[in-house]
């Protein structure tokens, strides 16, 4: 049975096609405004991508902040419960997801079961997401993309005092007028943001493994600054920024199966 | 404050508040709006405009409490009680607090401050609210309390007086506070030339007593499955009379209506929601006043506020022929005051007690007693394999409201007590 997760995030939206619990395909985009048509747009092309129609699909589980203007989906779960599922299919010795998203960041304990025992999000605040390193790349005019490379080639630690995002991109601008090389504020940033997670994450026991998920999880600076503070073993999944989405197909999946089992 | 358009602005409000044709327009219109409410619900309605109307009319000496101040000793020393706290969630929910809140933040009042707070400082700095005549706080639980009654006493150029219990629930610490209150009774007469009778205080006393046996009795029957009565109703108009009606008529008739539209519900089968599968225990005395997606994102869940902290009859029976102890031991039995381990026992006892599978800790933004100890809980609750939420938010300044960020924290919750039932 082929069955589509979408998570529909602030920044990117994702959608998975799986077939018997196997990706088949997977697509990323912004989101941009209209999400309802971002969402169905995602869902064409991971099908055209994965060689089915819409007709094939069986169960659509729409997740993500955007989760409840998809009317298509059969059901809305939250990122939650889906980033738990994806990382547990992924690697069932997970016991710990830093999900480090465009407009929040949560820590999950997850079960052997791979079911939620307790997450802590963060406060109504950009610091810490995918949002606050977007500011920071355009307040130093490099790509976002090369955040991670560029910070692994810095020589000097500097110390972000800011955690505000308005605050934060002034004292990132001080700093360059000051001649401090990129790399150098690039890595302060990675490792304001990894204390600023660690001390959520630490609410929560941290267990191993570790896995981080989320377009975030991408940066290998930030990576890098996660796992010196952590001191666990990390998981890193081969795609992190679609865990959420895989969780909700599989979650459409056992929809599926519940129902013929009934 | 001093611009000429909120000066006549203020002034149509306050000759509109001192008009009783205003609470009989008030009552007759809420009547009709809320025609499909409960009985119990229209009696607080007809109370609280009863309330103001006679305040606003000076029939009797005004007094501003806080919500920790006993209403018993209010009502014999023939006072009209006024509790601005309970004022705020009630303008709150009418979606007037923005504009109060405007006002006081305009007037230099931090936004950090606790919004109950807030919305009553703006009230006032409009005259909004009818005059006190003195006013009494207690320093118990809320630090920002104390402040804001003192600004208020200041404000209108009336006499303060401040309960400050011990930390303890000592009977050095019951006799010390005895002595705060029979000072007070005695200061209050003097000061407003109304005569203390004894026979009235030990009547209020007495009143309080049935009306609080009422409230057990819900209670009691509120451990019913399906739930009879939900938190988030009790947490409104309930909390209202809970904090202040105890010692009037007016009190023991709502318990005992209460109670009886309880015990209907549950004759008929009728529980607060259609189909009950999780039963919440919310932590606070509060909950959003304004409109907001919690209680329609819980019953989408099939859940339900089987209990909220606030509603326990947490005192002794009042001894009537020693009233000022009574009132003393009532004040410092809250399990909220004193050691926080006393506040966790109280939780343990209503998780068995309601059959909970969750706990919500609203964290009410500004509210240092409620929010430092949630961690806490939630520590114990961890050890006891109990889940709990702590729900950031606030109850009256929407600013501090996300929609999105409350449904994912809630709806996560949810999930992860339906997968465990």
């Known amino acids: 049975m082929v069955v589509a997760g979408i998570d529909i995030g602030a920044i990117t939206t994702k959608a998975v096609i799986m077939k018997e619990q196997k990706i088949k395909s997977y697509i990323i985009r912004k989101s941009g405004a209209d999400l309802r048509k971002i969402a169905w747009d995602c869902l064409e092309q991971a099908l055209q991508k994965a060689g089915y129609q819409l007709e094939d699909v069986e169960t659509i589980v729409a997740t993500g902040y955007g989760r409840i203007s998809i009317p298509f989906a059969r059901k809305q779960v939250t990122e939650i419960t889906c980033h738990t599922k994806g990382a547990h299919w992924l690697n069932p010795a997970v016991r710990t997801i830093i999900d480090i998203g465009g407009q929040d960041s949560k820590i999950i304990s997850v079960s052997e079961s791979g079911q939620v025992i307790d997450f802590v999000m963060n406060d109504k605040c950009a610091a810490g997401t995918g949002r606050f390193l977007e500011v920071m790349a355009q307040a130093l005019e490099v790509k976002l993309e090369d955040l991670g490379d560029l910070s692994l080639r810095s020589k000097k630690k500097i110390v972000i005092s800011s955690m505000c995002t308005v605050f934060a991109e002034s004292e990132v601008i001080s700093l360059i007028a000051d001649g401090c090389p990129k790399e150098d504020i690039i890595r302060g940033l990675h490792e304001a943001i990894a204390n600023r997670i660690y001390s959520m994450a630490v609410r929560l026991p941290i267990q191993s493994t570790v896995t981080f998920t989320g377009g975030v999880a991408k940066n290998k600076g930030m990576i890098l600054a996660l796992r010196k503070k952590i001191r666990k073993i990390v998981y890193l999944p081969p795609e992190p920024q679609i865990v959420g989405a895989i969780g909700a197909a599989l979650i459409a999946h056992n929809l599926l199966n519940i129902e013929k089992l009934h | ?421």
């Open chain 2, 1 to 421: 404050m001093k611009d000429k358009e909120g000066n006549i602005k203020d002034q149509i409000i306050s000759s509109l508040a001192g008009s009783s044709l205003t609470y009989l327009l008030f009552k007759k219109l809420g009547h009709y709006y809320f025609r499909k409410s409960k009985n119990s619900f229209l009696f607080w309605l007809d109370f609280i405009t009863r309330q103001l109307e006679k305040a606003y009319q000076r029939k009797k000496p005004v007094v501003w409490a806080s919500i920790f101040t006993p209403s018993e000793l209010l009502y014999a020393l023939d006072l009209i009680p006024i509790y601005p706290e309970m004022i705020s969630a009630t303008v709150a929910s009418l979606g007037l607090a923005d504009y109060f809140i405007g006002t006081a933040e305009a007037n230099f009042y931090s936004p950090d401050i606790c919004s109950f707070y807030r919305v009553a400082s703006g009230m006032s700095l409009r005259y909004c609210l009818p005059r006190p005549d003195l006013v009494i706080s207690t320093s118990l639980l809320c630090d920002g309390s104390v402040k804001f009654f003192q600004n208020i006493s200041r404000f209108y150029g009336c006499d303060y007086f401040l309960l400050d219990p011990p930390y303890q629930r000592k009977e050095e610490a019951k006799s010390f506070l005895a002595k705060q209150l029979k000072n007070l009774a005695r200061k209050v007469t003097k000061n407003t030339g109304n005569y203390f009778s004894w026979d009235k205080l030990k009547s209020s006393l007495e009143l309080a007593n049935t009306t609080a046996l009422y409230i057990n009795k819900i209670n009691q029957l509120r451990e019913n499955i399906p739930t009879p009565l939900s938190g988030w109703n009790a947490l409104a108009y309930q909390l209202y009379m809970y904090f202040a009606s105890l010692g009037s008529n007016e009190g023991l008739n709502f318990y005992q209506l209460l109670n009886q539209e309880i015990e209907d519900n549950i004759q008929q089968g009728e529980g607060a929601i259609a189909k009950e599968d999780i039963r919440i225990l919310w932590l606070h005395q509060l909950r959003p006043y304004y409109p907001n997606i919690i209680w329609q994102t819980m019953e989408n869940y099939n859940a339900v506020i089987a209990f909220e902290e606030i509603s326990q009859v947490y005192w002794s029976e009042h001894n009537l022929t020693k009233p000022y102890l009574s009132l003393a031991d009532k004040i410092l039995a809250n399990p909220g005051a004193g050691p926080l381990s006393r506040r966790i026992s109280a939780i343990d006892n209503l998780i068995k007690k309601y059959q909970i599978d969750g706990v919500i800790h609203f964290n009410q933004r500004g509210c240092r007693q409620s929010c430092g100890g949630a961690s806490l809980i939630k520590e114990y609750l961890r050890i006891k394999k109990v889940p709990m939420l702590i729900l950031d938010g606030d109850g009256i300044d929407r600013r501090n409201y996300s929609e999105g960020q409350t449904r994912t924290r809630l709806e996560a919750f949810l999930e992860m007590l339906s997968q465990k039932n």
